[in-house]
């Protein structure tokens, strides 16, 4: 069977005149795009400019909600009421779902960003509030979590589809997490060496730790930036040498997984 691997980027994060990355680069690279929802970042003439660019590239589109945090780019954690929360979640898909409807395309996943996307890995009580908004608005909605994460189980045991997400120019611990971004090395800078590690995930099922040890990552998605000239060289790059190596860069939202 020919192996196949989504890319997914954040998009979408660009604020009237202030810009944000690359979308139109950075499309015809991914086959997911990870949009913005207004409260960590997108204006939406913005959002609504990457969602056609999205459907003319043919790019599965997910609802890239955060917690309310413009000021901080949703990178700030909150303590936030289970309920309020719940709300915050349901707003946010529902306004990307009726741009994405003035678009021509359908939101198909939900992948939580920053402080958001890793507090709920771990704290439960977060999740289920994520999980119970998604599940309000559109139980059909697939959740991107970090591999190895405790959500991925919390949310398959509600009834979402998951799928596991691993990070092209992030360093990992020998058991699985993510080093820390407060220490050296914990962000990788070599489209070379990085495009290399990201073959080796998909063909072997894992990459070599910071320590140097094998270590197993099962993930369905890579996230890759375009937030730089850089990071979209890189992207670029990791896209390439998957494709000489017949791995197909497919969306997972597009399998047919939604009943």
């Not at 979408?12 to 990355?21: L, V």
């Not at 950075?26 to 409260?39: D, E, K, R, T």
């Not at 997910?62 to 936030?80: E, K, S, T």
Request: proline fraction near 3%; glycine fraction near 12%.
């Amino acid at each position: 069977m020919k192996k196949q691997i989504d890319l997914n980027s954040d998009l979408g994060e660009s604020f009237g005149q202030w810009q944000m990355g690359n979308d139109e680069a950075i499309l015809s690279v991914v086959s997911s795009a990870n949009v913005a929802c207004g409260f960590h970042a997108g204006s939406p003439e913005g959002i609504l400019k990457t969602l056609k660019a999205a459907k003319e590239n043919g790019v599965a589109v997910g609802a890239h909600v955060g917690y309310p945090d413009l000021v901080g780019f949703g990178r700030r954690n909150m303590d936030i009421a289970s309920s309020e929360l719940i709300a915050d979640v349901i707003y946010q898909i529902g306004a990307l779902k009726g741009l994405a409807t003035a678009a021509g395309t359908d939101v198909l996943y939900v992948k939580p960003h920053g402080a958001l996307y890793n507090t709920i890995a771990h704290d439960k009580r977060q999740a289920i509030a994520v999980i119970d908004a998604i599940k309000s608005i559109d139980n059909h909605l697939i959740l991107v979590a970090l591999a190895g994460s405790p959500l991925i189980g919390w949310a398959q045991d509600s009834g979402l589809q998951v799928v596991a997400e691993a990070f092209a120019d992030r360093a990992y611990n020998s058991d699985g997490t993510l080093v820390s971004r407060k220490l050296a090395g914990s962000v990788l800078y070599d489209p070379k060496i990085v495009a290399e590690r990201m073959l080796q995930l998909v063909q072997e099922g894992g990459v070599v730790s910071i320590d140097g040890k094998f270590t197993p990552i099962d993930a369905g998605s890579i996230c890759v930036h375009g937030d730089s000239p850089g990071a979209l060289e890189m992207a670029q790059q990791v896209r390439s040498i998957l494709e000489k190596q017949g791995i197909e860069i497919y969306g997972f939202a597009h399998k047919g997984e939604r009943e």
